[in-house]
């Protein structure tokens, strides 16, 4: 390898072996199986991977809209969760954002979604402007609110990560 190949763009670079670059002409999904074996149809495409992370007003509106980026996102990154599995991640989802709304922000505050597939696990972070940590209110039955951190012990392991300018509030949940 010589001088040239280190900062040709098409070269591995030092103890690398040079690859050519990728053919154009090529199709996308070329020397990728898909699920269950069969060969790849010419015509299939590969699912684009949504954008990452998700920014939202902080509105009651938005938890909608962090349902739908976080099914778009376990589409992409885990196809294989089972549908009990994805009901879990929206009902999380819905319980983390709403929560951020309620508690985490003021009005024109944004908030920040993101999901993220780990080997056995996935992960949730909605990051909002408010240091204030989440508390477990006391139990009645005559509450309709305010069972959010029940559901999120329930169903993940969860916590807090604080930011210079907010807090992140995670959950994680195996699948």
């Known amino acids: 390898m010589g001088v040239d190949d280190v900062t040709d763009p098409t070269a591995g670079g030092l103890g690398t072996p040079r690859k050519d670059p990728p053919d154009p002409a090529a199709p996308a999904c070329a020397g990728r199986r898909e699920r269950g074996g069969e060969e790849p149809r010419e015509d299939a495409a590969p699912p684009a991977q949504p954008s990452s992370p998700l920014t939202l007003e ?3 509106e938005s938890v909608a809209a962090a349902r739908a980026y976080a099914r778009d996102m376990v589409a992409f990154l885990a196809p294989e969760l089972s549908p009990e599995r994805m009901s879990d991640v929206e009902l999380v989802v819905s319980e983390l954002v709403t929560n951020a709304v309620r508690y985490g922000t003021e009005p024109g505050d944004s908030l920040l979604v993101v999901v993220e597939a780990g080997v ?4 949730i972070e909605v990051h909002d402007p408010v240091r ?3 508390r477990p ?3 009645s039955a005559r ?3 305010g069972r959010g ?3 999120l ?3 993940t392991r969860w916590g807090t990560d604080d930011r210079p300018l907010g807090k992140v509030v995670w959950a994680e949940i195996r699948w």
């Open 120 to 123: 056995d696990r996935l992960r």
């Open 132 to 134: 204030r940590t989440p």
């Open 153 to 155: 012990n329930a169903l």
């Open 149 to 151: 951190l029940v559901v």
């Open 58 to 60: 902080s509105t009651p």
């Open 137 to 139: 209110r006391p139990e």
């Open 143 to 145: 509450r309709e609110r």
